[in-house]
């Protein structure tokens, strides 16, 4: 099957969740509730600053930034195959799909 992702892209994508995400149930059902808010309409955009990455989602696409190679581009990921992935994520690490975020609860602080 093609990957639609580009090469820097998917690479960017297995960085960020390898680096930032980590091993963490926690942060991987924070992110997959995120997604889910933010390409649903619930949430105009979210941003996370983690270790490597900065994330900036919207409805339509996931943004991502190298904080430490600042001259490296922003790949941007389909907000569909971004959620996938984190999704695919999250099973591998063992953990239950989050819910979806009451859109009148504050946000979850970001994560460093």
């Known amino acids: 099957m093609h990957d639609p992702l580009t090469d820097a892209a998917r690479q960017r994508l297995d960085a960020?969740?390898?680096?930032?995400?980590?091993d963490s149930?926690?942060?991987a059902s924070e992110l997959i509730a995120m997604v889910e808010a933010?390409?649903?309409g619930q949430r105009d955009r979210w941003e996370r600053l983690g270790n490597v990455y900065?994330?900036?989602?919207?409805?339509?696409?996931a943004h991502l930034m190298d904080l430490v190679d600042e001259e490296s581009a922003i790949e941007t990921i389909d907000i569909d195959?971004?959620?996938?992935?984190?999704?695919?994520?999250?099973?591998n690490?063992?953990?239950?799909?989050?819910t979806t975020p009451d859109p009148e609860s504050p946000p979850p602080p970001d994560r460093p």
């Open 16 to 22: 960020f969740l390898a680096f930032d995400i980590q």
């Open 25 to 27: 149930r926690e942060w």
């Open 38 to 40: 933010v390409r649903t």
């Open 93 to 98: 690490l063992g953990g239950a799909i989050a």
């Open 81 to 91: 195959l971004f959620y996938d992935a984190c999704y695919s994520w999250l099973l």
């Open 54 to 61: 900065q994330l900036d989602l919207t409805p339509t696409a």
